[in-house]
């Protein structure tokens, strides 16, 4: 299994944007998928988005579908999550999760993944 570690989390005014990345070490991370997923407060953990180990298939929640965009480097053993116009209700720790079984269009719940990183915090202003 891979260790997967975020970063870039951090403090932004609502409008604003940051960038998540997720480092991979331990495993032949080009061939696994990667989700993001995020949780508040006293809520569960929900997706956020997922990228097929190819990268050729990406998959978003509606409530992110054009304003984050995921994508990946398998040559850094990297996956990003590029959010833009940032709103309050995006606040949660963020974690990506990746699984080497997952099928092109297969992977969006938690139970889907196998290896988890220890999350990175996002907090959005208003």
């Known amino acids: 299994q891979v260790q997967l570690i975020e970063s870039g989390g951090g403090l932004v005014q609502a409008g604003g944007s940051l960038r998540l990345s997720c480092a991979a070490s331990g495993g032949r991370f080009s061939s696994y998928a990667v989700g993001w997923f995020r949780q508040a407060p006293g809520k569960e953990r929900e997706f956020v988005a997922t990228i097929y180990w190819s990268g050729s298939t990406t998959a978003y929640a509606d409530s992110v579908k054009g304003r984050f965009t995921i994508s990946r480097d398998n040559a850094k053993n990297t996956v990003y999550l590029q959010m833009n116009s940032l709103k309050p209700e995006d606040t949660a720790v963020y974690y990506c999760?990746?699984?080497?079984?997952?099928?092109?269009?297969?992977?969006?719940?938690?139970?889907?993944?196998?290896?988890w990183g220890q999350g990175t915090q996002v907090t959005v202003s208003s």
């Open positions: 999760a990746a699984d080497r079984y997952c099928t092109e269009y297969g992977c969006y719940k938690t139970t889907d993944f196998a290896s």
